[in-house]
Each structure stands twice: as C-alpha cells, then as structure tokens.
C-alpha cells in the first residue's frame, strides 16, 4: 500500500515541475533568437518583386529644367506628364496607354515623353517620388519607375523601396543613403507646388503642346478621342 506523500514532498515536486517548465520556456527562446540571428526559418519573408524590362535602345535623358525624358530629344513632339507613383490611375496609364505609345510613337522617334513626378495623392506618393529620384541619381529614374508602377499594390515602405531598388539594378548602399537623408524632399514638394500652380489638381495630368489632358487617357478610343488621335493631329499640325 502506498504511503500518502507529506506537504514537504508535494511542495518539492510542485517546484521541480515549475523549473522544468521554465527551463523549456528559455530554451525555446534562446532558439528562436538564435533562428532570427542566423537568418534561419523564422526570418521575415523577401518582399515578391516583378521584375520589369526597359527597352535600352531607346533614349533617355534630363532636360534643362531638371526632368527627365524618354524618347529622341529632337522629336517633333513633346508629352509632359506629371504623374504620381502612388496614383492608381497613373498606373493604368503606364500599363495600358504606355506600351503601344512606346512601340508606335517613342521607339520611331516621334514623341519624347517627359515625367514629372509629384506627390499630392496618397501615402505612397512622397515615399515613390523621393525614391525615384534617388534613382536617377544612379541613371536608373526609367527602370525604378518602371518597378514602382508595377508593383504598386504594396505599400511603399523604406523595406520594401530598397527592394525594389535592389531588383531595378542601384546600388543597395547609395539609394538607401539617398533615401534616408531625405535627399530629394525638398525637390519633390517644390515640383508638386509647381504643378499646381499650372493647374494640375489630379494626376495623371498631360501637357501637348498648348493643351492639357487629365486622366488615364485610353491609347485608341471609340468615344471620346484617344491618345493616338490626339498626337496624329499634332504631327499632322492640327
């Protein structure tokens, strides 16, 4: 027959229980950390990049005034573009309008296109634009472009922008340099400022010739004119 246990005994195991159980608790956390250190299977995961290819034939360019152009400097005619990397419809802009007018009027030479970026839409606007202008600090304003529109379904974060910097070709160190002395701030609201003192209140927003634009305007349209119809008048010299 078993004896019953003494309060002394019960005591004594309660405690030997309760430092197991402790001692399993740091263990596991000297483990995790450990795993974090060593960048193991609890590191944070990569940020999903969509890789984008320029067209490198094609030239680019800064114009007098500090902007940057896509396309023949000579070409009969201009497109100014201000624009905003967190806009939505600056985006379908870029992915729908942009592609046929690449390939129809800037690869021939007939159109040089010029982009204003500006930040007066969301909370990706100031980040987008700082860090395409720390871009073009390295030549690279197309290519990080390029990558901020595409993937602009994720929020601009200083981890997620020297992602895709790193994906668009910079040097990881100068652009977070860049980026982290607010180099280009004071650029990027002075540009904003003056385009809205030219009336620019939304983006996209484009200038040809004397005329303006708004919107994300359709490449060919049935309806209401297209982009296409509107430069065939313009080389045509209507």
């Not at 005619?77 to 129809?104: A, M, S, W």
């Not at 839409?121 to 202008?133: D, K, L, R, W, Y």
């Not at 290519?143 to 379904?153: G, K, P, S």
């Amino acid at each position: 027959m078993a004896k019953a246990k003494t309060r002394g005994q019960t005591n004594k195991e309660d405690r030997s229980v309760w430092i197991v159980y402790v001692g399993i608790g740091l263990i596991a956390l000297l483990l995790t950390f450990v795993l974090i250190r060593i960048g193991g299977q609890v590191s944070a995961p990569q940020t999903a990049v969509t890789p984008v290819k320029l067209d490198s034939s094609i030239p680019t360019g800064v114009t007098a005034e500090g902007a940057f152009f896509w396309g023949k400097p000579d070409a009969p005619v201009t497109i100014d573009l201000y624009e905003d990397l967190g806009c939505q419809h600056c985006r379908d802009f870029f992915k729908n309008t942009e592609p046929p007018l690449e390939e129809q009027y800037i690869k021939t030479g007939k159109v040089r296109l010029i982009s204003h970026p500006i930040a007066i839409v969301n909370s990706n606007s100031a980040p987008g634009a700082q860090a395409v202008m720390c871009a073009a600090d390295q030549e690279k304003y197309w290519e990080m472009r390029a990558v901020l529109f595409t993937n602009q379904d994720q929020s601009f974060s200083r981890a997620v922008l020297i992602e895709l910097a790193r994906s668009s070709g910079l040097d990881e160190k100068a652009f977070i340099a860049c980026y982290d002395a607010q180099r280009h701030k004071a650029a990027v609201e002075e540009r904003s400022q003056q385009a809205l003192r030219l009336g620019v209140t939304g983006t996209p927003t484009l200038f040809i010739g004397a005329d303006r634009y708004e919107g994300a305007l359709s490449f060919e349209s049935g309806t209401t004119l297209g982009l296409k119809a509107i430069l065939e008048q313009k080389l045509g010299g209507g």
